[in-house]
């Protein structure tokens, strides 16, 4: 999403019954006694009559539900909005990821309108961010390929947040940070939306220096050439099959006052047929999506810049094709990877750990204070999680950190271990370590292989956390909250929570 179409996102704290536009959305609940309306801004009367026919208009207050009524002569919107907020039967109030995913399905759903209101209960400034960062969320599309915008309606143009901390300090702040998320987050989508034909290495790196520009940050491409000379022999072996020549991406943000050194590793390959050891049909139709890591590390750290964060980060995609041909790389063939380590090649299949072997050595040699890798790596991420539920791994106090900052950024990460025993599985006849080791468990097999590529920082090993956003990256089903289909821009809110989390732990 480039600046230019993003929608326009206003607050207020005007009476709802004054907000010229197009839609009103305000929030029903699933209370104990039936569907009710949530802090009602409408009129006393208005309200009444609304809540007593709720139930017959269909209305429980499901989470995604959305209704559509006339205007009231009492408001100045065209249009009465109720959106499904969920349960409310325990009093408690609606979390912020509640309120994120009530404003970006309402959103969402109203695409076709051109102006929207929200008149979520939005008490504080985060309540407010909140909601005016799941409705940007909200308000995607990727239409780039579409030769007639008859296709699809056109994503909400107009957004405003009403609130009673409208007039609040720190709510122009957080509302900048909202419109740097969503920016960050759909930029992440619609990378990872690109059809392979058009998203390669060479074309993903140039997106990566135009989506840099004008940011404080330094963007370093190793070509073909380059890797070769430095020996990137994870990167290569990857590469080799495709006509498309894999690349290495380097994204500095190195403000002066830094508090801490994080690098990020993403996973890049912007197709995985499997390679010669070729996926069936069905596992390959969602395999663009296999280089949302690296959109998400590239993204991570755009939006860290684009915040003025006073933490170092320096984001390394590992761009590859994995293609079959005569020039691909066979099942047992043993590479030598950056740092000097080999591998056997078992199953050319189990390429993403190739190519973040090379970006994790390469990352480690600049000794970051924490090392952060994110990808799509394993089928075995959905059998154990499923589709929205992303897995870290890792040393414990970097891993523990990251499910905390995902848990204030609102996204679902779990914690799972990475047994020692599973290493043994990955010990080869020929080379330091094959590619390929136990199948059952295979999310934390592929982990344990990853860490032997974690360097040292001052004679200890550089702390580590492994995200596998396998699932949770592309939904293949229908769309929920603020989640469109395909690309979901999961892992950056973390990321970027992680980042602010170090900044604040360091004050
Ligand atoms: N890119 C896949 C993992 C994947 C599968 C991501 C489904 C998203 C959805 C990865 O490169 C892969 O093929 N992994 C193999 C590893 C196996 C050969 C050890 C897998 O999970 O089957
Ligand atoms: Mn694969
Ligand atoms: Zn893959």
């Not at 004054?18 to 839609?23: D, F, G, H, L, S």
């Not at 009403?162 to 920016?183: F, K, Q, S, Y």
Request: charged share 20%; glycine share 10%.
């Amino acid at each position: 999403m480039s600046k230019a179409n993003e929608p326009v996102l206003s607050v207020t704290a005007k009476d709802v019954r004054r907000v010229p536009a197009q839609a009103l959305v305000v929030g029903v609940g699933k209370a104990a006694g039936g569907p009710a309306l949530i802090d009602s801004p409408l009129p006393p009367k208005a309200s009444a009559a609304l809540s007593g026919s709720l139930a017959l208009l269909g209305v429980t207050g499901a989470v995604d539900q959305v209704h559509r009524l006339p205007g009231l002569p009492e408001i100045d919107a065209e249009m009465l909005v109720l959106v499904g907020v969920g349960d409310v039967s325990n009093g408690v109030q609606l979390s912020p990821e509640a309120l994120r995913r009530a404003a970006g399905s309402a959103v969402r759903q109203l695409a076709g309108t051109g102006s929207v209101a929200l008149a979520l209960p939005a008490g504080t400034v985060a309540d407010a961010a909140a909601i005016a960062e799941g409705a940007l969320f909200g308000a995607y599309s990727y239409t780039e390929h579409r030769s007639s915008s008859a296709a699809s309606a056109a994503p909400v143009r107009d957004i405003t947040v009403i609130t009673p901390a409208a007039d609040e300090r720190g709510l122009p702040e957080a509302l900048d940070r909202a419109r740097i998320l969503a920016r960050a987050v759909n930029s992440t989508r619609t990378l990872v939306n690109q059809p392979p034909s058009h998203l390669y290495p060479e074309t993903f790196a140039a997106a990566a220096r135009e989506a840099a520009r004008g940011l404080p940050v330094k963007v370093t491409v190793w070509d073909e050439k380059k890797l070769e000379r430095e020996g990137f022999g994870g990167i290569l072996g990857v590469g080799k099959g495709s006509s498309r020549p894999p690349r290495l991406v380097k994204v500095e943000y190195a403000p002066a006052k830094a508090k801490a050194k994080l690098a990020l590793v993403g996973k890049g390959i912007t197709f995985d047929s499997g390679g010669l050891s070729l996926k069936p049909a069905a596992g390959m139709q969602t395999m663009k999506c296999d280089m949302a890591g690296a959109a998400v590390v590239l993204n991570a750290v755009l939006a860290v810049a684009a915040l003025g964060l006073p933490v170092k980060v320096t984001s390394w995609l590992c761009l590859a094709e994995n293609m079959p041909s005569g020039t691909a790389q066979r099942p047992s063939d043993v590479l030598t990877m950056y740092g000097g380590k080999t591998v056997e090649v078992l199953n050319t299949d189990a390429e993403g750990r190739l190519v973040m072997a090379d970006g994790l050595v390469a990352a480690s040699q600049e000794e970051p204070d924490a090392l952060i890798d994110v990808a799509t790596l394993t089928g075995a991420q959905m059998i154990a999680l499923g589709n929205r539920v992303s897995a870290v791994m890792g040393d414990e106090g970097v891993r523990d950190a990251v499910k905390a900052a995902a848990d204030r950024a609102g996204e679902l990460f779990w914690t799972m271990p990475i047994p020692e025993e599973l290493r043994a599985s990955l010990d080869s006849q020929v080379a330091d370590i094959s590619n390929h080791g136990e199948r059952f468990g295979g999310m934390m097999t592929a982990a344990s292989f990853l860490r032997e590529f974690v360097g040292e920082s001052g004679g200890s090993p550089i702390p580590w956390a492994h995200l596998d956003i396998a699932g949770p990256a592309f939904n293949e089903g229908a769309p929920y909250g603020y989640t469109p289909k395909e690309g979901t821009g999961v892992a950056v809110r973390t990321l970027v929570a992680y980042a602010e989390d170090v900044v604040a732990r360091s004050e």
